[in-house]
C-alpha cells in the first residue's frame, strides 16, 4: 500500500506508531519478560494449559502496570506539551484525535506482547507432545492489556500532568496485585466475584488434559474487562461536555455535538452493562469437572473426558500415561522397574502402573483444592497403581531428560511402595504405621534407593505418631532388610493384610 | 465578510477579556495591536473557536461557531499560530506539518505536495527531515507558520508570529503574510508595530478589552503626528496617542 493510499486515520496513525514513546519500552517489556515470564514458565509442565497460564498471570504484572503508565504519559501529553491550544482549532474531533495515539500505544503493547506469547507457544510447541495452544488466554491475556492501557490512557486524558504516569503505573501494579491475591482466596461456597481477575494461581500440572478446560471463566473474564474499556471509550468521548458543563450541561451538549454525545452515553451504557453482566454471572460460578462452571455460559457436552490413547513403556511393570506426559515415561518406567520386581508375586502387587487426572474432577484449573485430591494408590482387580502428574512427576517438568533427578527417582519410588504397603486409598490413611515406614524403608534399601523420610509422620518434638522413634524404626528396617530377599518375600506374602491394617508392631518384624 | 464579531465579550471569572467588541473583517491583513492584557489573545481564540464568546455573535467565514457542523468547516479552513506554540519533540519537521494538515482533513492525496510547499515556504526545506528537539527558537517558530498555512487556509490567526524569528526571516515572513493576505484574510496579533507597518492592510489596536482604533497604518500614523504620542518610529507614536487617549477617556 503506498502512502497516498492510506486513508487520514491510518496516516495519523502510522505518525503515531513511528513516535510512540511505546517503542522505547519495548526492550525493557522484552527483559522482563525473558527474565520473570519466561524463565517460571520454564519450570511448568509442557501442557498447553499449564503453560498458557502464565499469559495472564506473570506476563500482566509485567505488562499491566506499564501498559497503565505509557498509556497516561502518551494521554497526558497535550497538556504537558502545550499543544492543547494548537489541536483544538484543528477539525479533527478530540476523540478521533486521541484514538490514534491510543492505537500506536496499543499497536505497540500489543505487537510485544503477542511476540512474548509466540515466545511462549514455540518453546511448548517445541517440548509438548500432545495438545495444541489454546486461544482463550490469549484472548484474556490481550484484552486484559487493553484495558490496562485503557485505564491509563483515560486518566492520562482527564487528569494530565508529570505525575499522571507513575501513578497510573503504580495503580495497575495495586490492581493487578489485589486481584491476584483475590482470585487465589475464591473457594466453593464462597463469593466467587473475584474470579474475574484472570491473575492467579498456577494451574494442575494436567490442566486440560482429561478434561477440557471451560471457557465460561474466560467469556466473563472478557466481557468484564472489555466492558470497562467500552465504557472507559465512552467517557473520553463525553470529556468535551463535562469541560463545558460549568455553563451548564445543555451548554455543553451543544457544544460537543449532540451526536457524540449520543454515541459516548451509547458506549459508557453498553460499556457499564458488558461489565455487570459478567460480574454477575462471575457470582454464579460454581466449581466443574475442569474448573469453573458458569451456568449461563456453560456447555454440559464439554465436561466429557478427552479421549486418549495411552503411551506405555516397561516390561516388569507396564507405566502408561496420557500422550502429554510421554516425554517423562522413560524416567517413569525406570523408576518404578525395579520396585516392581520386588513386589512381584505378592499378593495385590500391581500389574500396572497408570497416570490418571490430578483431581478426577475436583480440582480447579487455578489449581484450588476443592474436595481433597486422590492419594496415589493401588486399586482395582486386577490390581493398578494409580499415579497422578503434580506428585509423580512435577520434579521433572523443568528436565524431563535431565540427569540430576535421583530425589526425584527415589521420592518416586517410595511413594510408589508406600501405597503398596499402606493399600488402597482411603479417608484418614494418610500416614504409614512405624511398621510400615520399616518396611517400605528396607524395600528402598534393596533396590539401591536412599532411605526414606517420612517427615509428615513426626510430631515437633521427634516422636513417631504411633509411639515408635525413628532410630527404632530404623533398626528395624535394617533387621527386615537384612533378610534374604526370599525371606523378605515370603514375610511380605505372609502378613502383608496385617500390615496394611496397620496391627503389626515393629517388633513383629522379623 | 469572513470574520464578523457583534457586542462580543468573554469574561473569566471577574476579568472581562474582552468588552463588546464589534468587528468586520475582510480579505486582507489585519494587525492587531495593543499592550499585555489588552485582551488580544482571547480575542483570537474565540476567532480560532477554542474559546466561546461569554456573550454576543460571531460569524466566521460565513458559518455559526457555536454548531459543531459549522465549527468544524470553520477548521478545516483556518490557520492558528499560538502565542505559545506546543509541539512533540520527537516529530520530524514533515511530521508535525503532515501530522497537522491531517487533522485539518486536508484530502489525503494533496497532504504531501502541500506539505513540503508549507515547509519550503518558511525556507525550513533542509531541515525538513530534523527532529523538532534539535530545531532553535526561531526554527521552531517557522514550523509553527508552516503548520498553520498547510491547508491554504481562507482565514490566518497569528499570535505573535515574529517573536524570535531572525531579522532576515522576519522581513521573509511579512512578505509570506502579504502573499497569503491576497486570497485570504489574516489576522496578525503583535507587539511589534514596524511588522505592522510592513504587512498589514489594516490596523485594530485594543486597549482593556476594547477596540479603541481601526484604521490604516497611515492613519496610525497620522495620528501620532498630530496627537501627542511617544516613540522614536511614527507608527510607536500613533499607537501611544491611540493608548494614552483611551485611558484618559476611561
Not at chain 1, 14 to 33: G, K
Not at chain 2, 68 to 83: F, K, M, S, V
Amino acid at each position: 500500500m503506498t502512502a497516498v493510499a492510506l486513508s487520514r486515520p491510518a496516516r495519523v496513525l502510522r505518525i503515531e506508531i513511528r513516535r510512540s514513546v511505546v517503542l522505547w519500552s519495548v526492550p525493557l517489556l522484552a527483559a522482563l519478560f525473558f527474565f520473570d515470564s519466561f524463565r517460571t514458565v520454564s519450570g511448568f509442565a509442557p501442557v498447553w494449559t499449564v503453560r498458557s497460564s502464565v499469559l495472564t498471570t506473570n506476563m500482566i504484572e509485567d505488562f499491566g502496570p506499564f501498559a497503565a503508565g505509557l498509556a497516561a504519559w502518551v494521554a497526558s501529553r497535550e497538556g504537558r506539551r502545550k499543544t492543547g491550544d494548537l489541536l483544538a482549532a484543528t477539525s479533527r474531533p478530540a476523540w478521533a484525535r486521541q484514538l490514534c495515539a491510543l492505537g500506536a500505544t496499543l499497536f505497540w503493547l500489543l505487537a510485544t506482547y503477542l511476540a512474548c506469547v509466540a515466545a511462549v507457544y514455540i518453546d511448548t510447541a517445541l517440548q509438548a507432545t500432545w495438545g495444541g495452544p489454546p486461544l482463550w488466554p490469549i484472548a484474556v491475556g490481550v484484552v486484559e492489556v487493553v484495558t490496562f492501557a485503557v485505564i491509563g490512557f483515560t486518566v492520562g486524558a482527564l487528569f494530565p500532568g508529570r505525575f499522571t504516569a507513575p501513578l497510573a503505573a503504580i495503580g495497575g501494579f495495586l490492581l493487578a496485585f489485589i486481584g491476584y491475591h483475590a482470585a487465589l482466596g475464591v473457594q466453593p461456597g464462597m463469593s466467587t466475584y473475584a474470579l474475574l481477575s484472570p491473575s492467579t494461581a498456577v494451574p494442575l500440572g494436567d490442566a486440560g488434559v482429561f478434561y477440557h478446560v471451560a471457557p465460561d471463566l474466560a467469556i466473563a473474564q472478557v466481557m468484564f474487562m472489555g466492558g470497562i474499556t467500552v465504557g472507559l471509550l465512552g467517557l473520553l468521548t463525553l470529556a468535551p461536555v463535562f469541560r463545558v458543563s460549568y455553563r451548564g450541561l445543555l451548554a455543553g451538549i451543544s457544544r460537543a455535538g449532540r451526536w457524540l454525545c449520543v454515541a459516548g452515553v451509547a458506549l459508557l451504557a453498553a460499556g457499564v452493562a458488558a461489565a455487570a453482566t459478567a460480574f454477575a454471572l462471575a457470582g454464579t460460578a460454581k466449581p466443574g469437572v475442569s474448573g469453573w462452571d458458569i451456568p449461563a455460559l456453560h456447555d454440559a457436552a464439554s465436561d466429557q473426558p478427552v479421549p486418549y490413547t495411552p503411551d506405555c513403556a516397561g516390561i516388569a511393570l507396564p507405566v502408561c500415561v496420557q500422550p502429554a506426559f510421554s516425554a517423562f515415561l522413560p524416567a517413569a518406567a525406570a523408576a518404578l522397574q525395579p520396585a516392581a520386581a520386588e513386589l512381584k508375586g505378592l499378593p495385590g502387587a500391581p500389574v500396572r502402573a497408570e497416570l490418571v487426572s490430578d483431581g478426577n474432577g475436583t480440582r480447579n484449573t487455578q489449581g484450588m483444592l476443592f474436595a481433597g485430591m486422590p492419594k496415589p494408590g493401588v486399586s482395582g482387580a486386577p490390581p493398578v497403581y494409580n499415579f497422578n502428574s503434580d506428585n509423580g512427576m512435577a520434579p521433572l517438568w523443568g528436565s524431563p531428560a535431565g540427569t540430576d533427578n535421583a530425589g526425584w527417582r527415589a521420592g518416586f519410588q517410595q511413594v510408589f511402595l508406600s501405597a503398596f504397603v499402606a493399600g488402597p486409598p482411603q479417608a484418614g490413611a494418610d500416614i504409614l504405621t512405624p511398621a510400615q515406614q520399616a518396611v517400605v524403608t528396607a524395600l528402598m534399601t534393596a533396590i539401591g534407593s536412599p532411605a526414606p523420610q517420612f517427615d509428615e509422620a513426626f510430631t515437633g518434638n521427634g516422636q513417631v505418631v504411633g509411639g515408635a522413634t525413628q532410630a527404632q524404626i530404623a533398626a528395624a528396617a535394617q533387621r527386615f532388610g537384612s533378610l534374604s530377599p526370599a525371606a523378605r518375600h515370603a514375610w511380605l506374602a505372609a502378613h502383608l493384610t496385617a500390615l496394611r491394617a496397620g496391627t503389626l508392631t515393629l517388633n513383629q518384624l522379623p | 465578510m469572513n470574520i464578523e464579531l457583534s457586542d462580543i465579550t468573554r469574561r473569566f471569572g471577574r476579568n472581562v477579556a474582552v468588552d463588546g467588541v464589534t468587528l468586520d473583517v475582510g480579505t486582507g491583513v489585519l494587525g492587531l495591536l495593543g499592550p499585555n492584557g489588552a485582551g488580544k489573545t482571547s480575542l483570537l481564540r474565540m476567532l480560532a473557536t477554542i474559546l466561546p464568546p461569554s456573550s454576543g455573535h460571531l460569524t466566521l467565514l460565513g458559518r455559526d461557531p457555536r454548531k459543531p457542523a459549522d465549527r468544524r468547516e470553520i477548521r478545516r479552513r483556518l490557520g492558528y499560530l499560538p502565542q505559545n506554540l506546543g509541539y512533540y519533540p520527537s516529530f520530524t519537521v514533515v511530521e508535525f506539518v503532515e501530522y497537522f494538515a491531517l487533522l485539518k482533513e486536508m484530502p489525503p492525496h494533496l497532504v504531501p505536495k502541500a506539505v513540503a510547499a508549507a515547509i519550503e515556504k518558511v525556507d525550513l526545506g533542509p531541515k525538513a527531515r530534523a527532529k523538532l528537539r534539535t530545531l532553535s527558537g526561531g526554527m521552531l517558530r517557522r514550523v509553527g507558520i508552516a503548520q498553520a498555512i498547510v491547508n491554504e487556509p481562507e482565514l490566518l490567526l497569528f499570535d505573535e508570529p515574529t517573536a524570535g524569528l531572525d531579522p532576515e526571516q522576519r522581513v521573509a515572513f511579512r512578505a509570506l503574510i502579504r502573499d497569503l493576505g491576497q486570497t485570504a484574510t489574516v489576522i496578525v496579533s503583535t507587539h511589534l508595530v514596524e511588522d505592522v507597518g510592513a504587512a498589514c492592510s489594516e490596523v485594530a489596536l485594543m486597549s482593556n478589552g476594547k477596540v479603541v482604533f481601526r484604521g490604516t497604518p497611515e492613519e496610525l500614523t497620522a495620528r501620532g503626528e498630530a496627537g501627542q504620542g511617544v516613540g522614536d518610529a511614527p507608527l510607536e507614536r500613533g499607537y501611544s496617542a491611540i493608548l494614552a487617549a483611551a485611558r484618559s477617556a476611561s
